[in-house]
């Protein structure tokens, strides 16, 4: 984490004490969050990361800003602050009041926290375990990107533990849902498929930038249910995330996948091109209201 955080108004020393246990969200697990890669000073895909922080929040009853405008020129402050023009930030909502555990003094319906870090240094590629019944996807709340994020961190960890950088998760169909910070793609011939909301997967916006903005000529890609023999019979197989962009697979412990990378590495490249269009026209400092 970098020197400052942002605390609602105030760009603050990270080390500072300012928040208390009798915010019900920070024990609770009882907040949204996202994380933003920064480039060149600009948040990327900052609408996509808006609207789904606030759908959740609506999810999941957390007051939350009216503004997106409000929101993204604090954020600007903590990466000026930071200097964390090439970076990695992460924001939080957290709901303040409700229940019988808030404590004394909370005159603030939600709390806005965010800091950056530096950019993390994945692999070239990934090595993946599996994981069934890892995602419930007939759940009112699958998809919602909230604060209770102790399971994802627990099988992560388990996964490095074990050699491994990530698992996918299977939901209770046995379908492929995702990882636990991230999606995953499937190249079937000239078609790339990433499993549907439906199966209980978040809706990353790395998936969303591919799905809707991203195009390589001779290429489709959609959604479809997919099944671990799917990931065994594709031409390649790759994650995406925020941090990562696009990641090749190079294996899956108890599946035979091909470790291809042709398609990934033209995505990414196409990818990478979409992030240039969108910080070089979002370069203007924003307002301050």
């Not at 004490?17 to 009798?22: D, N, P, W």
């Not at 933003?36 to 609207?51: I, K, M, N, S, T």
């Not at 969303?208 to 249910?225: A, D, N, Q, S, Y």
């Not at 990641?247 to 995505?267: F, M, N, T, W, Y």
């Amino acid at each position: 984490m970098h020197r400052f955080l942002l605390h609602n108004d105030d760009v603050r020393e990270a080390s500072e004490t300012i928040l208390s246990a009798g915010q019900v969200g920070l024990l609770s697990g009882w907040g949204v969050f996202s994380t933003l890669r920064v480039y060149a000073g600009v948040p990327f895909a900052w609408e996509r990361h808006w609207e789904r922080m606030k759908r959740d929040a609506g999810r999941m009853r957390i007051p939350f800003p009216s503004e997106a405008r409000w929101l993204e020129e604090r954020l600007h402050r903590l990466i000026d602050a930071n200097r964390a023009f090439n970076a990695t930030l992460r924001v939080y909502v957290v709901r303040d009041r409700g229940g019988i555990w808030e404590g004394p003094g909370q005159a603030r319906e939600f709390d806005l926290i965010a800091f950056t870090a530096d950019v993390n240094r994945w692999p070239e590629d990934v090595k993946l375990g599996l994981v069934p019944h890892g995602r419930h996807a007939a759940s009112e709340f699958a998809g919602t990107k909230y604060i209770s994020w102790s399971e994802n961190l627990m099988r992560y960890e388990r996964a490095h533990e074990q050699g491994l950088d990530e698992v996918v998760l299977l939901n209770e169909r046995g379908e492929v849902s995702e990882c636990t910070s991230a999606n995953i793609f499937a190249v079937q011939s000239n078609r790339v498929w990433t499993p549907p909301q439906s199966a209980g997967c978040l809706a990353g916006v790395t998936r969303g930038v591919l799905l809707e903005e991203v195009r390589i000529p001779g290429f489709e890609i959609g959604e479809k249910t997919l099944l671990p023999q799917d990931l065994e019979s594709a031409d390649e197989v790759f994650i995406t995330s925020t941090t990562r962009e696009l990641l090749p697979v190079a294996s899956i412990e108890g599946l035979h996948v091909k470790s291809g990378h042709a398609i990934c590495d033209r995505l990414q490249q196409a990818f990478s091109s979409r992030v240039e269009k969108y910080t070089a026209a979002r370069r203007t400092p924003i307002p301050a209201i």
